[in-house]
């Protein structure tokens, strides 16, 4: 905060003793020190609401950018209209896949040669 050396501090020291007195140095000095500690308190609470801020304005910044550029949810709903669009196409290839593969059980081919070579 304040570039102060050991020399700059005994230099105040003394001219405050000499100012003040020795009787009523001890309850100066403290007394300064709780304003001190004040004001460091009030700065830290100042640069922690400007920390919160700035960091609230960059979240705002953030969420318009990301409203004016394209959506994920419009990016989402094409995916989703193309792959209906896919089924679509592909949908009547599959009702003839499936009534061949369910026509297969239903023929009894697979049993009639086990029996055939049982007959004979």
Same mark, same amino acid.
Do not use: C, W
């Given at each position: 905060?304040?570039?102060?050396?050991?020399? +700059?501090?005994?230099?105040?020291m003394v001219v405050a003793l000499i100012?003040? /007195?020795?009787?009523?140095? =001890? @309850?100066?000095? @403290?007394?300064? /020190?709780?304003?001190? /500690? @004040?004001?460091?308190?009030?700065?830290?609470?100042?640069?922690?609401?400007?920390?919160? +801020?700035?960091?609230?304005? +960059?979240?705002?910044?953030?969420?318009?950018?990301?409203?004016?550029?394209?959506?994920?949810h419009e990016i989402i709903?094409?995916?989703?209209?193309?792959?209906?669009?896919? +089924?679509?196409?592909?949908? =009547?290839?599959?009702?003839?896949?499936?009534?061949?593969?369910?026509?297969?059980?239903?023929?009894?081919?697979?049993?009639?040669?086990?029996?055939?070579?049982?007959?004979?």
């Open positions: 905060m304040f570039d102060i050396g050991f020399s +700059e501090l005994a230099l105040i100012v003040v /007195g020795p009787e009523r140095l =001890p @309850r100066l000095v @403290r007394t300064a /020190g709780l304003y001190l /500690g @004040r004001a460091r308190r009030a700065v830290a609470a100042i640069k922690a609401d400007v920390q919160r +801020e700035l960091a609230a304005e +960059e979240l705002k910044q953030t969420l318009k950018e990301q409203a004016q550029s394209i959506g994920l709903e094409e995916t989703q209209e193309a792959a209906t669009a896919a +089924e679509q196409l592909l949908k =009547p290839d599959q009702p003839a896949a499936s009534t061949t593969s369910t026509a297969l059980p239903d023929k009894k081919s697979t049993s009639t040669p086990g029996s055939q070579h049982g007959g004979n």
